[in-house]
């Protein structure tokens, strides 16, 4: 199981990279747009509305990125005595 860990812990921060970059291309694709507020608009989303999107994506991001962080860190220490 040792041989694994180094690309274990490789894989868990490639993970947590991995989701801070699709967190930003998800808030690019749903940018708000010229129009999108505009009277008599009838799509987009308003800057208000992303701003509170931008806001609740990034709590579940930022803990799925953290732990992943957390559990590299632990596989790259190498095995510990389970008492």
């Given at each position: 199981m040792e041989k694994?860990?180094?690309?274990?812990a490789q894989g868990a921060m490639?993970?947590?990279g991995g989701l801070v970059v699709l967190y930003a291309v998800l808030?690019?694709?749903w940018r708000p747009t010229?129009?999108?507020?505009?009277?008599?608009?009838t799509g987009g989303i308003t800057p208000l509305l992303w701003a509170v999107l931008?806001?609740?994506?990034?709590?579940?991001?930022a803990v799925?990125?953290?732990v992943?962080?957390?559990f590299a860190r632990d596989l790259q220490g190498g095995a510990k005595p389970m008492h």
């Open positions: 694994f860990e180094k690309m274990a490639a993970m947590a808030l690019f694709i010229v129009t999108s507020g505009a009277p008599g608009a931008a806001i609740a994506m990034a709590v579940p991001v799925l990125a953290g992943h962080v957390v």
